[in-house]
């Protein structure tokens, strides 16, 4: 994905290269990648590409390190956006050093994807999830709150998610995640998961019992709490 001497054409370009020679057309798949573009940021370098679905409109965003083939095993994350804890930085949850950390790893291999997956607060929405968390401030827990809401504990649907890693070019994977479902759905999307890589933040500030309840209640693989 770096540059090879031809001008970087990037992932977009040589997604059409990929259909091309196994004689797909460059329009087939029902997701499109319709961005990219270089990213630097202060863990490393990567590329960043927006995907959309030709069906339902749903966008994601990908950061990319690295050439993809579909023979190698590949480090992928799936990141379920978090505003309050991706961007400032709250300690009532886990998600923005989870995010931080898959970078890291990904820039230390050299090669991996992260998904991130517009879904905020397991689907529910950010305004929800503000009145979600007004709820937990009063004494219920992450759980609680939705179902209080009239809203599902988790409403998240990673279908997208693996069209994105299979039009990526990647079939094996070692993903970087805590919660089984992701494991499930991509296997069942016909990605072939070789490892399940954990990615367990230790319990800081406020989120020790957002950490229980999503071992106790959804049954995250979480080892540290």
Do not use: F, H, W
């Given at each position: 994905m770096g540059n090879d001497g031809n001008g970087d054409r990037g992932v977009c370009v040589k997604l059409e290269d990929r259909r091309a020679s196994s004689r797909r057309l460059p329009d087939e798949g029902p997701v499109e990648c319709v961005a990219e573009a270089r990213l630097p940021t202060e863990v490393g370098e990567f590329r960043i590409l927006g995907f959309r679905h030709r069906a339902s409109h749903e966008e994601f965003v990908v950061l990319a390190k690295g050439e993809f083939s579909a023979d190698r095993s590949c480090l992928v994350r799936i990141h379920s956006q978090c505003l309050t804890g991706d961007v400032f930085h709250s300690v009532k949850c886990d998600c923005g050093r989870q995010l931080r950390r898959a970078m890291e790893m990904i820039e230390d291999e050299g090669v991996g994807?992260?998904?991130?997956?517009?879904?905020?607060?397991?689907?529910?929405?950010?305004?929800?999830?503000?009145?979600?968390?007004?709820?937990?401030?009063?004494?219920?827990?992450?759980?609680?709150?939705?179902?209080?809401?009239?809203?599902?504990?988790?409403?998240?649907?990673?279908?997208?998610?693996?069209?994105?890693?299979?039009?990526?070019?990647?079939?094996?994977?070692?993903?970087?995640?805590?919660?089984?479902a992701k494991i499930s759905a991509l296997e069942a999307a016909g990605l072939i998961v070789d490892a399940r890589v954990p990615l367990e933040m230790p319990p800081a500030g406020e989120n020790l019992d957002y950490l229980r309840v999503k071992k106790e209640k959804m049954g995250h693989l979480l080892s540290g709490v």
């Open positions: 994807a992260i998904v991130y997956q517009q879904q905020e607060g397991r689907g529910i929405g950010i305004m929800n999830k503000l009145r979600a968390y007004a709820l937990q401030d009063q004494g219920r827990d992450t759980v609680e709150a939705n179902l209080e809401l009239g809203l599902a504990v988790d409403g998240r649907s990673y279908e997208g998610c693996a069209e994105v890693l299979q039009a990526l070019g990647l079939r094996r994977l070692r993903v970087l995640s805590n919660n089984p």
